[in-house]
């Protein structure tokens, strides 16, 4: 008798299953040294410390995509009905794990191959890309003689999956079983389904945690120094089921690259820069902080602060979400058709604040009291160059959790200040907070102080972290290096809003973005058209910055520039030129409204005034921009 016909029958199939998950790890495991070993050339700054953190997370993928492939066969082998016992329902759940997992295996030995065409895992976008190959199996079976190794390692590990394959079926004794028996056999398996679903789900979202959201090909960059080693943490399997029905960037061709780059180019050349300025930067991205919130005063210190800042009558958030944020704010790139994060072009190579800063020395952090690995900030963070990430890990003390989210804003701050305190200068660092969130609540000790007001709960958690703010501004001012500090602070999106005008298309995206320098050098209102994407270039304005970057934005202190702004919103295109709105779904400008006057867009003017064409021809280049630069892997050149 095999061991494992000794186990109690309903842990027999949980412990046969087990085993043979635990094989389907080693062949990852073996296909993601094998595609190192394979493709080293590519990684050439990869040390045994990199290896391991490497590794470390690929166990996080490997756990996805691995319950992904083995959804039909985990729901086989552990689902509470007589008939799995039976040899013929076992023989086929040998034959499902053996088939889908040997299709795994040979994607990743594929993509080891393909990467080196690529320098990316391959996506889903590989069945349009090669959907109407005539020659495909030519050029695979070309493929496979040349890389023959390759081909026998496959074969290999099939083998091993087929041989080292543990089969829980036993034959049934005659006679008749007791019903408490039977009765007690189910509840069990019933039991350890229910666990399996649970462990399951998990596993596809990287985690129990409730701030974890699903991961995606973004996450692999919490784990790397650089973004093309993310394709040693993936692997394939993952990487394609998790970007199937996601849609794919069509480049419009709206122009021919001569006339796309007259009409608009993200690149920045700084004339006549004078000498570089070695500001410490500071950027606060405030959670949920809309424009409104300032203007019907229910963020009193931020308000104070703004009268002696450089701020923007019409400023705007570049998406609607937390993930939206970082790339737009620190890195110039806005939320077109879905966030950065969650595309398959997550690992291209893009720069930010800190990563040009750190060209000039700087030292650089960010800063979010989230779990690590949260959002998928840490992953952003360190592939666009902020070295050291600050989570809720490196705070440790989590009698300052919010039980939810995050550290409290109030202490967390302090601790952003204390490790301010110690950074050399320059530095450059953000910090993303986290308080005023769902499910808006305040720390104990402050709920008879900050309670709910105005019609939504929300705003006692804007007056909290405005008081947070305050406390922080304290502490900082008294620091050495405060005077010498470029301060920004803006908010990722806005949240409920309140009032009329804050509820149109343009209102829902009204944020603000302050400009704050202690020695009053920046301070004033200005009417001007802001947007997220424009605080790169102004920051690297401000500091004459010499070197040529990308953003999607403008400086906002260059008098010769265009007024402008760009958002998409669910499908379509908002251009803000001027005084003037436009909307745009890909092919036409099917709305035009002056926002400056008519603040509640109710009246439509399009096809009604001079400035539609040119403005439909400036939303095109940027557009057309993007996309080209997105799907070339040109967002740093």
Not at 215 to 244: H, K, W
Not at 251 to 270: A, D, Q, R
Not at 483 to 504: G, K, M, P, S, Y
């Amino acid at each position: 008798m095999k061991p494992i016909e000794k186990i109690y029958s309903p842990l027999r199939y949980l412990a046969a299953t087990a085993i043979n998950i635990a094989v389907v790890y080693i062949a990852f495991m073996i296909c993601r040294v094998v595609f190192y070993i394979y493709n080293k050339a590519y990684f050439p700054d990869m040390g045994w410390d990199d290896f391991r953190t490497i590794f470390k997370g690929g166990l996080v993928f490997d756990t996805s995509g691995i319950v992904y492939v083995n959804l039909i066969y985990i729901a086989a082998m552990l689902v509470p009905l007589p008939w799995r016992e039976g040899k013929i329902w076992q023989k086929t759940a040998k034959w499902i794990f053996v088939i889908l997992n040997s299709a795994a295996v040979l994607a990743n030995l594929i993509d080891t191959v393909y990467f080196r065409y690529t320098n990316r895992r391959t996506t889903s976008s590989v069945f349009n890309e090669f959907g109407k190959e005539e020659n495909i199996f030519k050029i695979i079976g070309g493929e496979i003689l040349q890389h023959y190794i390759l081909f026998f390692i496959g074969v290999a590990i099939i083998a091993g999956l087929w041989l080292l394959y543990v089969n829980p079926y036993s034959k049934s004794k005659k006679g008749k079983t007791p019903w408490k028996s039977i009765f007690l056999k189910y509840t069990v398996s019933s039991a350890v389904f229910a666990g399996a679903v649970i462990v399951c789900i998990a596993g596809i979202r990287g985690g129990f945690a409730h701030s974890t959201r699903p991961i995606t090909i973004g996450n692999a960059n919490q784990y790397v120094n650089r973004p093309i080693e993310t394709a040693v943490v993936l692997n394939t399997p993952f990487s394609v089921i998790r970007t199937i029905g996601k849609k794919v960037f069509q480049n419009p061709k709206y122009y021919t690259p001569e006339e796309l780059e007259k009409i608009y180019s993200p690149v920045h050349i700084k004339k006549n820069t004078g000498e570089f300025r070695d500001l410490n930067v500071v950027v606060l991205i405030i959670e949920s902080f809309s424009q409104e919130y300032m203007e019907y005063g229910y963020m009193p210190f931020l308000q104070s602060l703004r009268d002696k800042s450089l701020w923007f009558e019409h400023s705007f958030s570049n998406g609607r979400k937390s993930i939206d944020a970082m790339p737009s704010i620190l890195s110039g790139i806005p939320m077109f058709i879905e966030p950065y994060f969650v595309t398959h072009y997550a690992t291209n190579d893009v720069s930010s604040i800190a990563g040009e800063l750190k060209n000039k020395g700087y030292h650089t952090s960010f800063f979010h009291g989230a779990p690590n690995g949260s959002m998928g900030f840490q992953a952003f963070a360190r592939a666009t160059g902020w070295d050291e990430y600050y989570g809720k890990d490196e705070y440790d003390n989590d009698d300052d959790f919010d039980g939810m989210w995050a550290i409290w804003d109030e202490p967390f701050l302090q601790f952003f200040a204390d490790k301010l305190n110690e950074f050399d200068e320059p530095f450059a660092s953000a910090l993303f907070t986290a308080s005023s969130h769902h499910p808006f609540k305040v720390p104990e000790k402050y709920e008879s102080r900050f309670t709910d007001e105005g019609g939504h709960p929300i705003l006692k958690c804007i007056r909290y972290t405005d008081h947070a703010l305050q406390q922080f501004f304290e502490k900082a001012e008294k620091s050495s290096w405060f005077e010498n500090t470029l301060f920004v602070i803006t908010a990722d999106h806005t949240n409920a809003a309140l009032h009329e005008e804050f509820l149109t298309d343009a209102g829902l995206y009204r944020v603000p973005i302050i400009f704050y320098m202690p020695g009053g050098e920046l301070k004033g209102h200005s009417d001007k058209i802001a947007q997220q994407t424009d605080i790169m270039p102004t920051v690297l304005g401000i500091l004459n910055y010499d070197k040529p970057f990308v953003a999607f934005g403008k400086d906002l202190l260059d008098e010769g520039g265009k007024n402008w702004a760009i958002n998409y919103n669910n499908g379509f295109y908002q251009y803000f030129r001027d005084d003037y709105m436009l909307q745009f779904n890909g092919e036409n400008a099917f709305a035009m409204y002056n926002f400056a006057t008519d603040t509640l867009l109710k009246e439509n003017i399009v096809n009604e005034i001079a400035e539609q064409d040119m403005m439909t021809e400036e939303c095109k280049g940027i557009i057309q921009q993007y996309i080209e630069r997105m799907t070339e892997n040109r967002l740093k050149e």
